[in-house]
């Protein structure tokens, strides 16, 4: 008896060594402390904490999965091939170790949390880096199929909300020509839904909450929804205020009210706080996002200096056209053509289909390359950076140079961004009758290189129809703009941006 009283001791006293060893809680706070590092992006930092959870407890499956958060983060930052290939084989591994854990029992309700989270960013990766749309359709079903499941056995497991949440509200989204997506997924997503979940992740998640914030920012900007926008970006910034990520995401929200000079100073905020980090990604993307804040203030000087040091950091993988634009024309605008001539020729030219905004920037380098800007196209540009950044009334002054210069016969491209430019001003203005109008005089136009802008006349007709309060308006130039069916710049998005004006 007392041999087998000795032996169950024996036996506890190795249990508690084994729980001794793997130390769940010190786990819990390395992966918090990492979770921080993230934010402030201390890539290297973060990984040291992901990595020591990982060792301390070689079973707990946050490590593992935290581990490779790092290099899914990094890929969708800088679309850097060899941070992909990481993740990915990272993925792979603790995929395996999660589904061997199931194995032995189905309800292991961390197993399914870690396996349905980790399928879910894979198939984000997947499709942002353009891989294979067919096989993150899969991943994606899988990780709602797990992450459902832990939900549904226990409804308090918050953390499994934020992919859940994402999953809804970005499938909502999906646009027509992929409607083969979700007949694949058996879903077309609920916005609310998604947003209902992120505010629960946000609020209660363990490991979650900041993320959900994350995503809301963007979700809410996207809506226009600013005051809420703002709310979860100070939320962000309160917590980890010398961030250099969040100074970057409170500038965006700035910037997109036309509160240009405050934006301008949270980008400097966030390089002040890259010093001594150093973090290539902050450099590049507040260097970008300098040259354009600039140049959207008419301040040439000061954007052509931070696109070039945008330029001098860029990697292979990087979006560059845009400020390649930026850059050349406020060096000709300047009056150093040669100069701006070095930039337009090295536009990108090796561009995936999906990439819009960098095939639309490359049309635009060649055209200034092909021929020196003129007065018209200098008003033009100045005028649309006016209106932009919300000085309405020096915008309203230019494009009135514009529809009153004698003895001038503009082309349709050159008439079909004046109308543009015109029917935006109004609607900022919230003369919604006026805009369309505006909006209307393109419909008739036949623009050679501009050929977006006649959808684009229905689209903003169908936004102005919304703030009027009639929908069935609004639904007929929208439909109207789905239905044109020669390609035209951002075609792919229009869906998608019809889709965001009708649920708002």
Same mark, same amino acid.
């Given at each position: 008896?007392?041999? %087998?009283?000795?032996?169950?001791?024996?036996?506890?006293?190795?249990?508690?060594?084994?729980?001794?060893?793997?130390?769940?809680?010190?786990?819990?706070?390395?992966?918090?402390?990492?979770?921080?590092?993230?934010?402030?992006?201390?890539?290297?930092?973060? /990984?040291?904490?992901?990595?020591e959870a990982k060792n301390t407890a070689p079973n707990d499956l946050r490590g593992h999965f935290f581990?490779?958060?790092?290099?899914?983060?990094?890929?969708?930052?800088?679309?850097?091939k060899t941070d992909f290939e990481t993740f990915m084989n990272l993925s792979d591994k603790l995929v395996?170790?999660?589904?061997?854990?199931?194995?032995?029992?189905?309800?292991?309700?961390?197993?399914?949390?870690?396996?349905?989270?980790?399928?879910?960013?894979? &198939?984000?990766?997947?499709?942002?880096?353009?891989?294979?749309?067919?096989?993150?359709?899969?991943?994606?079903?899988?990780?709602?199929?797990?992450?459902?499941?832990?939900?549904?056995?226990?409804?308090?497991?918050?953390?499994?909300?934020?992919?859940?949440?994402?999953?809804?509200?970005?499938?909502?989204?999906?646009?027509?020509?992929?409607?083969?997506?979700?007949?694949?997924?058996?879903?077309?997503?609920?916005?609310?839904?998604?947003?209902?979940?992120?505010?629960?992740?946000?609020?209660k998640g363990t490991y979650t909450n900041s993320e959900a914030k994350f995503y809301l920012t963007l979700?809410?900007?996207?809506?226009?929804?600013?005051?809420?926008?703002?709310?979860?970006?100070?939320?962000?910034?309160?917590?980890?205020?010398?961030?250099?990520?969040?100074?970057?995401?409170?500038?965006?929200?700035?910037?997109?009210?036309?509160?240009?000079?405050? &934006?301008?100073?949270?980008?400097?905020?966030?390089?002040?706080?890259?010093?001594?980090?150093?973090?290539?990604?902050?450099?590049?993307?507040?260097?970008?996002?300098?040259?354009?804040?600039?140049?959207?203030? #008419?301040?040439?000087?000061?954007?052509?200096?931070?696109?070039?040091?945008?330029?001098?950091?860029?990697?292979?993988?990087?979006?560059?056209?845009?400020?390649?634009?930026?850059?050349?024309?406020? /060096?000709?605008?300047?009056?150093?053509?040669?100069?701006?001539?070095?930039?337009?020729?090295? =536009?990108?030219?090796?561009?995936?289909?999906? #990439?819009?905004?960098? %095939?639309?920037?490359?049309?635009?380098?060649?055209?200034?390359?092909? =021929?020196?800007?003129?007065?018209?196209?200098?008003?033009?540009?100045?005028?649309?950076?006016?209106?932009?950044?919300?000085?309405?009334?020096?915008?309203?002054?230019?494009?009135?140079?514009?529809?009153?210069?004698?003895?001038? #016969?503009?082309?349709?491209?050159?008439?079909?961004?004046?109308?543009?430019?015109?029917?935006?001003?109004?609607?900022?203005?919230?003369?919604?009758?006026? =805009?369309?109008?505006?909006?209307?005089? #393109?419909?008739?136009?036949?623009? =050679?290189?501009?050929?977006?802008?006649?959808?684009?006349?229905?689209?903003?007709?169908?936004?102005?129809?919304?703030?009027?309060?009639?929908?069935?308006?609004?639904?007929?130039?929208?439909?109207?703009?789905?239905?044109?069916?020669?390609?035209?710049?951002?075609?792919?998005?229009?869906?998608?941006?019809?889709?965001?004006?009708?649920?708002?």
């Amino acid at each position: 008896m007392i041999i %087998k009283y000795l032996g169950i001791a024996v036996l506890f006293l190795s249990f508690c060594n084994v729980l001794q060893a793997q130390d769940f809680g010190r786990v819990h706070t390395l992966i918090a402390e990492g979770i921080d590092a993230e934010y402030n992006m201390d890539f290297p930092g973060a /990984l040291a904490k992901f990595q020591e959870a990982k060792n301390t407890a070689p079973n707990d499956l946050r490590g593992h999965f935290f581990e490779q958060t790092i290099y899914y983060w990094k890929a969708m930052l800088t679309r850097n091939k060899t941070d992909f290939e990481t993740f990915m084989n990272l993925s792979d591994k603790l995929v395996e170790k999660c589904e061997n854990v199931i194995d032995k029992n189905e309800n292991d309700l961390d197993a399914r949390l870690y396996l349905g989270w980790t399928y879910t960013i894979r &198939a984000f990766a997947i499709g942002f880096m353009g891989e294979n749309y067919l096989k993150a359709a899969s991943e994606i079903k899988d990780g709602n199929s797990n992450l459902t499941f832990v939900l549904e056995k226990n409804p308090d497991y918050h953390d499994a909300a934020l992919g859940l949440g994402v999953y809804n509200y970005l499938t909502s989204f999906i646009p027509r020509k992929l409607k083969w997506l979700t007949d694949i997924l058996g879903f077309s997503g609920d916005r609310e839904e998604g947003k209902r979940l992120l505010k629960i992740a946000s609020e209660k998640g363990t490991y979650t909450n900041s993320e959900a914030k994350f995503y809301l920012t963007l979700m809410t900007w996207r809506e226009e929804n600013y005051p809420e926008s703002e709310s979860y970006a100070l939320a962000l910034k309160s917590k980890y205020p010398e961030s250099p990520a969040v100074w970057m995401l409170w500038g965006g929200v700035l910037a997109q009210q036309d509160k240009m000079n405050e &934006a301008i100073e949270a980008y400097e905020m966030s390089l002040e706080y890259n010093k001594g980090k150093n973090n290539d990604i902050i450099f590049r993307t507040a260097y970008g996002a300098l040259s354009n804040a600039y140049f959207r203030m #008419n301040n040439y000087s000061k954007s052509s200096e931070y696109g070039k040091l945008f330029i001098s950091v860029l990697t292979k993988d990087d979006n560059q056209n845009n400020r390649l634009y930026s850059t050349g024309v406020s /060096l000709e605008l300047m009056g150093d053509r040669n100069a701006a001539m070095e930039y337009y020729r090295r =536009a990108r030219t090796d561009i995936k289909d999906e #990439n819009q905004w960098e %095939k639309y920037w490359l049309r635009k380098l060649r055209e200034r390359e092909a =021929a020196p800007l003129t007065t018209t196209d200098s008003l033009l540009i100045a005028a649309d950076n006016n209106r932009a950044t919300g000085r309405l009334t020096e915008a309203a002054k230019d494009y009135s140079t514009l529809t009153s210069a004698q003895g001038v #016969n503009y082309s349709d491209d050159v008439k079909a961004q004046i109308n543009q430019g015109l029917g935006q001003l109004y609607y900022k203005q919230k003369d919604y009758s006026k =805009a369309i109008e505006q909006f209307k005089m #393109n419909i008739s136009l036949k623009p =050679a290189n501009e050929k977006w802008l006649v959808p684009e006349a229905y689209y903003q007709i169908g936004r102005c129809y919304l703030r009027l309060g009639n929908r069935s308006e609004a639904q007929k130039n929208f439909d109207v703009a789905l239905d044109i069916d020669y390609d035209y710049d951002f075609k792919d998005s229009m869906d998608g941006k019809i889709k965001n004006e009708l649920s708002k």
